[in-house]
T-cell receptor, first 113, second 112 residues
Framework: SQTIHQWPATLVQPVGSPLSLECTVE??????LYWYRQAAGRGLQLLFY??????ISSEVPQNLSASRPQDRQFILSSKKLLLSDSGFYLC????????????FGPGTRLTVL | KQEVTQIPAALSVPEGENLVLNCSFT??????LQWFRQDPGKGLTSLLL?????REQTSGRLNASLDKSSGRSTLYIAASQPGDSATYLC???????????FGTGTKLQVIP
């Protein structure tokens, strides 16, 4: 079966510090991977998606970036965090067919102080 | 641009009641619609996926319907239990990999 891992589970960082969140997928190959952010009282916002190694598409201009160094690894980064970056970050994947279910990881709670 | 609305934002019901959660979307040209459950501080768990050609899907006490022409979906929960307490999210897939739009969810509390 397929499994998504995210770490860390929670993170508290000062404004201006760097960020690295990691997502890995098991039990599948060549997944389409996604980073979402869920802010309090708001729906999920798609940040980045990737259809393959080194292929990143950004949906929202911001101070975040994403990378996909390996087939089943997706990383979300920032050089300098802002207060507005606080939120719940979720990694997800589709199987090859876009008519399939989207699966989500357990999430990372980021608090920027 | 697809917009997804969920009403009500919060709902509190006594245990045993049947209830309906609503999801509406503005663009009827969709691939599928999915209902998720999210427990506090957790990721999303898929409950039901309805393809655009389908009218409803059932899983246990859950039944989801889809009316594309009116831009609406409902999630029916029969004989609610305290363990059903969670936030329920509706997600509309309008064009494949990068066009999934989520509603803001309905927070359900089932009181014992």
């Amino acid at each position: 079966s397929q499994t998504i891992h995210q770490w860390p589970a929670t993170l508290v960082q000062p404004v201006g510090s760097p960020l690295s969140l990691e997502c890995t997928v098991e039990g599948t190959s060549n997944p389409n991977l996604y980073w979402y952010r869920q802010a309090a009282g708001r729906g999920l916002q798609l940040l980045f998606y990737s259809v393959g190694i080194g292929q990143i598409s950004s949906e929202v201009p911001q101070n975040l970036s994403a990378s996909r160094p390996q087939d089943r690894q997706f990383i979300l980064s920032s050089k300098k965090l802002l207060l507005s970056d606080s939120g719940f970050y979720l990694c997800a994947w589709f199987r090859i067919s876009s008519t399939d279910t989207q699966y989500f990881g357990p999430g990372t709670r980021l608090t920027v102080l | 641009k697809q917009e997804v609305t969920q009403i009500p934002a919060a709902l509190s019901v006594p245990e045993g009641e049947n209830l309906v959660l609503n999801c509406s979307f503005t663009d009827s040209a969709i691939y599928n619609l999915q209902w998720f459950r999210q427990d506090p501080g957790k990721g999303l768990t898929s409950l039901l996926l309805i393809q655009s050609s389908q009218r409803e899907q059932t899983s246990g006490r859950l039944n989801a319907s889809l009316d594309k022409s009116s831009g609406r979906s409902t999630l029916y929960i029969a004989a609610s239990q305290p363990g059903d307490s969670a936030t329920y999210l509706c997600a509309v897939n309008s064009g494949g990999y990068q066009k999934v739009t989520f509603g803001t969810g309905t927070k359900l509390q089932v009181i014992p």
